[in-house]
């Protein structure tokens, strides 16, 4: 079952940073955080994920608060076509039984 | 990251049919899951799917209306059964992939219309 929550819309300017909080107050200390965009119409596609220090990769960054019950996932300059779903996800890594469950999400937004 | 492909891509099914779903990855993966979306909704775990044993179904899903084949380690299937229109949605399979298996990818999806 989903354990975060997530606002369920955003907006951003074009070319500004969009910042997307996630709660997960009940996280486990093995769990990491995993963040998933879906553009309408396509699959889920995966961003970025993290246990306890921050990440970055080429799509994003990732914030995770010292005591790990909130994380933000920080797309730097946001264009067009970063306007879709996006869904933070808590999961267990390795072993077998480790599911991915979707919450709603946020939608997000990008304004020209 | 694993390519996954669907088959179909989209189709329209009569009520009472039965539609059977193809996943096939380019690369051998241990874990297939298929996923459920229906319209204006998140995803929604349908089953677990390993090679060489029955797939595992979440709370609301059973064996009789979405069985599932695993036979070997690139390729899955998921058929939905006597169809109705509730049964209209996206269905989408994943593979756990990347390094410790610690990412999961999705296809595109099969975008089914129940009429």
């Known amino acids: 079952d989903a354990k975060t929550t997530q606002p369920p819309s955003m907006d951003c300017a074009e070319g500004r940073a969009a910042n997307l909080p996630c709660n997960h107050s009940t996280i486990s200390g093995n769990e990491y955080v995993y963040w998933y965009r879906q553009i309408h119409s396509q699959g889920p596609q995966y961003i970025i994920h993290g246990l306890k220090n921050n990440e970055t990769n080429e799509m994003a960054s990732l914030i995770i608060t010292e005591d790990r019950k909130s994380s933000t996932l920080i797309l730097p300059h946001a264009t067009l076509r970063d306007t879709a779903v996006y869904y933070c996800?808590?999961?267990?890594?390795?072993?077998?039984?480790?599911?991915?469950?979707f919450g709603t999400g946020t939608s997000l937004t990008v304004i020209p | 990251s694993a390519v996954i492909s669907q088959k179909p891509s989209r189709d329209i099914c009569q009520r009472g049919t039965s539609l059977t779903i193809q996943c096939q990855v380019d690369?051998?993966?241990?874990?297939m899951f298929w996923y459920r979306q229906q319209p204006g909704q998140s995803l929604t775990l349908i089953a677990t799917a390993n090679q060489g044993s029955e797939a595992t179904y979440e709370s609301g899903f059973v064996i009789d209306k979405f069985p599932i084949s695993r036979p070997n380690l690139t390729f899955s299937t998921l058929t939905v059964s006597n169809m109705s229109p509730e049964d209209s949605s996206i269905y989408l399979c994943s593979v756990e992939a990347g390094f410790s298996g610690n990412t999961i990818y999705f296809g595109e999806g099969s975008w089914l219309t129940v009429v």
């Open positions: 996800i808590v999961r267990v890594v390795g072993g077998t039984g480790n599911q991915f469950y």
């Open positions: 690369s051998q993966v241990t874990m």
